[in-house]
């Protein structure tokens, strides 16, 4: 009897082990995610961007190699892709940072959550977007700034300036304003008025540009196209007249600043895209392709604005002098400017401003330029330097 129990138990225990196994072995395994093969060469690129850095550093002539005939076909290639689009693409993803993250945080919870591993995986893909950045800016935008110096490529004997020197440019520059005034339509509000669109003013830029390129030939010979901010009127407290967004190679235009500042910062962004890095080069080439051109309303908004710089140092170091250049200008580009100071008022002191130029004065010095911000008004030395040689 004991035996014939024991063997019922035997056998009883026998079907519950044999249950369980097949229990645990219909249960599933988590699946195991994969780093797309994109993301894998983007980590790769970066990797060989960051040892491209280091020599773009130690190496000033291999910055102005790479700058005049590498970096071209990363920045070209990005300006005619992105070219055809009626927007700024860089301005339409910012305003989809939101949207994007949701997204992003979405996919992550429904697809790679199931393990640590697959987490980790979701935030290797996340980052390759980052080593996108790198590689676009590494690729066509740091040789530009570790590269020989504007001054020494053109010849001009940059240095420390005197007062008399900054009288006599500011007293060109007079000049030139009066020679193109009669040419200029005005508001009643003094301000001036552009004659023509945005089409148009791109149009004969990329003709101005095309004459400076003949020129100088470590500017980039490229047709693009300016893009207007949706947004311009905001961005104006951020003081940002313009910008050149590098991984989407466009140069991006703020409409809200008054229209005799646009053809000179549109030039600018320009210069950005054409491998001109540094703030003040960009405001001196800038400066060189709108007295190139053909039309009046574009060589007028440079000598103004380059004006503005110059006078600004005069003042600082001889208000007798300013005033004595400040004289000789026609009323109307008193007026203008009188305008463009009543327009300002509104947007003078700002927290985005604030932020936005320490944010940019940090970029700066990253990238090399020890002065930062303050780089965009040394413009003038450059200014100097070359009308001396005109003389």
């Known amino acids: 009897m004991n035996s014939e129990n024991n063997n019922t138990i035997f056998e009883a225990s026998d079907i519950a082990a044999t249950d369980t196994i097949t229990v645990l072995s219909s249960e599933e395994p988590t699946p195991r995610k994969k780093i797309p093969l994109i993301c894998k060469i983007l980590y790769a690129i970066a990797g060989f961007c960051a040892l491209l850095y280091v020599l773009f550093i130690i190496f000033p002539a291999f910055s102005d190699f790479f700058n005049k005939n590498i970096s071209p076909w990363i920045r070209g290639p990005l300006a005619k892709l992105t070219g055809w689009i009626p927007f700024s693409l860089a301005e339409f993803l910012l305003l989809c940072v939101p949207v994007i993250l949701i997204a992003a945080v979405s996919c992550g919870i429904k697809h790679y959550s199931s393990s640590w591993r697959n987490v980790g995986v979701f935030c290797v893909i996340v980052l390759s977007i980052a080593a996108y950045v790198f590689s676009t800016f590494t690729l066509g935008f740091v040789p530009a700034y570790r590269g020989t110096p504007l001054d020494a490529k053109m ?30 339509i005005f ?60 991984f989407t190679g466009e140069a991006n235009l703020n409409t809200n600043y008054p229209q005799y500042t646009q053809p000179y910062t549109a030039a600018h962004e320009f210069a950005h895209q054409r491998g001109i890095a540094r703030e003040d080069e960009a405001n001196f080439v800038a400066y060189l392709v709108c007295i190139d051109s053909n039309d009046a309303y ?19 170091a001889n208000p007798e002098y300013y005033s004595a250049v400040y004289y000789t200008l026609p009323e109307e580009a008193k007026r203008e400017m009188a305008a463009y100071s009543k327009f300002f008022d509104k947007y003078r002191e700002s927290v985005a401003s604030e932020v936005s130029g320490a944010v940019n004065d940090l970029y700066l010095n990253a990238n090399g330029d020890k002065n930062g911000t303050k780089s965009y008004g040394l413009v003038v030395d450059l200014a100097v330097a070359y009308y001396k040689t005109q003389n």
């Open 298 to 316: 574009i060589r007028y908004s440079a000598y103004l604005n380059l004006y503005e710089y110059v006078a600004s140092a005069l003042y600082q």
């Open 187 to 246: 508001a009643e509000d003094g301000s001036s008025v552009m004659p023509y669109s945005y089409e148009e003013l791109n149009h004969r830029l990329m003709y101005a540009y095309d004459k400076t390129c003949r020129k100088y030939d470590f500017i980039q010979d490229l047709d693009s196209n300016i893009k207007r901010i949706m947004l311009s009127e905001p961005m104006t407290y951020t003081h940002i007249s313009g910008v050149y967004t590098f």
């Open 155 to 184: 010849g001009l004997d940059k240095k420390e300036v005197s007062a008399e020197e900054l009288r006599e440019t500011a007293m060109i520059l007079s000049k030139k304003i009066n020679g193109e005034i009669d040419n200029i």
